[in-house]
């Protein structure tokens, strides 16, 4: 069973580091725009993907303004951080991951269940993430758990990451 706690900065810092976020997979979405209108449309890929996504905010300045963890006998398996974005109602989730080894076994849906329990609390209207159109299988997830995609970006990534990636947005309306 899941254990969510608040993060304690710096002392969790080396362990939440420590969580492998990398994920790999034969699917992502290739996305085509064709005037005002663009189809994501997932498509088989060889060699298959793997990425690793860094967590950042963990010993100085960060996007994000409350985070916790998820552990098993203690140990961190898992991270999430949010921050409100006050002008629209929103919660910002800038972070879930849980360890490559640690998944399918409840920690994401303990992570997100607090985050959308803190955004109910805070009166948000609807919780907002973004995440890339390489990463198949967190898209599925966020739509199994009440997500729309609601936008996106063709040139966020541009040119720090490999030509072809596409920031993707997401909302759950609360």
């Not at 420590?18 to 699917?27: A, N």
């Not at 950042?56 to 974005?85: S, Y």
């Not at 879930?96 to 076994?105: E, F, I, K, N």
């Amino acid at each position: 069973m899941a254990e969510i706690r608040a993060v304690v900065l710096p002392d969790d810092a080396d362990a939440i580091a420590r969580i492998d976020t990398s994920f790999t997979t034969d699917i992502v979405y290739d996305v085509r725009i064709d005037g005002d209108d663009f189809r994501v449309t997932p498509t088989s890929v060889k060699p298959a993907v793997t990425k690793t996504f860094p967590i950042d905010g963990l010993g100085g300045w960060r996007a994000w303004e409350r985070a916790w963890v998820a552990t098993d006998d203690e140990a961190i398996v898992g991270f999430c951080a949010v921050r409100d974005q006050q002008w629209n109602r929103q919660i910002v989730l800038w972070h879930l991951y849980v360890d490559r080894a640690a998944r399918r076994r409840g920690h994401g849906r303990a992570l997100l269940e607090t985050v959308l329990d803190d955004a109910r609390a805070g009166n948000a209207y609807a919780v907002w993430l973004e995440t890339s159109n390489l990463d198949y299988p967190a898209v599925q997830w966020y739509r199994a758990h009440g997500f729309e995609l609601c936008g996106l970006d063709m040139l966020r990534y541009e040119p720090t990451y490999a030509s072809g990636e596409v920031a993707l947005f997401m909302a759950r309306r609360l």
